[in-house]
């Protein structure tokens, strides 16, 4: 039983380029979510999936789209990566959205 | 947005010691968590409370949801290397969207 995964684990872009983040979870859950790490600041929540297709903004939702692309992945995209968006990037989920979240193990992305 | 407040920020101390941390907020949550991140790795669900007052264990590790659902508390007895990472407290309000407000963090070393 693998819980969330997310891939790649480490990536380097350039300022402008595109990519997108990929999670899947195997846990049956409904709700998924995407937050951000960086020091200092805690996790902040970038967007979430509280079911299959439904997709809503978090705090920080700028420079950023999510696709719910069934319900077991939520991806991210960064359309023009900027310095700004360097960070850890982690997928959680949850089976409702008020339940507990299980998190994966987190995208390393620096922007140059 | 919204960030816990978790104290203290960092701390060090011996193995076999106790340790006790919080988490306050200046809203009201339903539902209070406790994560545990190791270096390189996504937050790991410790404890999940859903009840004013009430107290959980799990293993050596104790929290609390607090009175006023305004905070919350995590102990760990007797501390060993393992112990080692950064906690996240983590608050909701069932109601609202599908929101956890994540705290800072609290570092703990423990030396031998």
């Known amino acids: 039983n693998a819980g969330v995964t997310q891939t790649p684990k480490f990536q380097v872009l350039k300022t402008g380029q595109s990519m997108t983040l990929q999670c899947a979870q195997d846990?049956?859950?409904?709700?998924m979510y995407w937050y951000r790490q960086d020091p200092g600041m805690g996790l902040r929540l970038i967007y979430y999936s509280a079911s299959e297709g439904t997709t809503d903004k978090g705090e920080v939702p700028n420079g950023y789209n999510v696709s719910r692309l069934n319900k077991r992945e939520f991806s991210l995209r960064l359309e023009s990566a900027a310095p700004s968006q360097t960070s850890v990037y982690f997928c959680a989920s949850s089976e409702r959205w008020d339940y507990e979240q299980y998190f994966g193990p987190g995208t390393r992305l620096t922007v140059t | 947005g919204q960030q816990l407040n978790q104290s203290p920020q960092s701390m060090f101390i011996q193995e076999g010691e106790d340790v006790s941390m919080n988490c306050t907020s200046s809203?009201?949550?339903?539902?209070w968590l406790w994560y545990k991140q190791d270096p390189g790795e996504g937050p790991v669900l410790l404890i999940a409370?859903?009840?004013?007052?009430e107290l959980t264990s799990n293993g050596r590790l104790t929290a609390q949801f607090g009175i006023t659902r305004k905070d919350s508390f995590l102990n760990i007895s007797a501390s060993i290397p393992s112990d080692v990472g950064i906690y996240f407290c983590a608050g909701s309000l069932t109601g609202t969207a599908s929101k956890l407000t994540f705290g800072t963090g609290t570092r703990l070393q423990v030396t031998l």
């Open positions: 846990m049956n859950h409904n709700s």
């Open positions: 409370l859903y009840k004013a007052g």
């Open positions: 809203s009201i949550f339903n539902t």
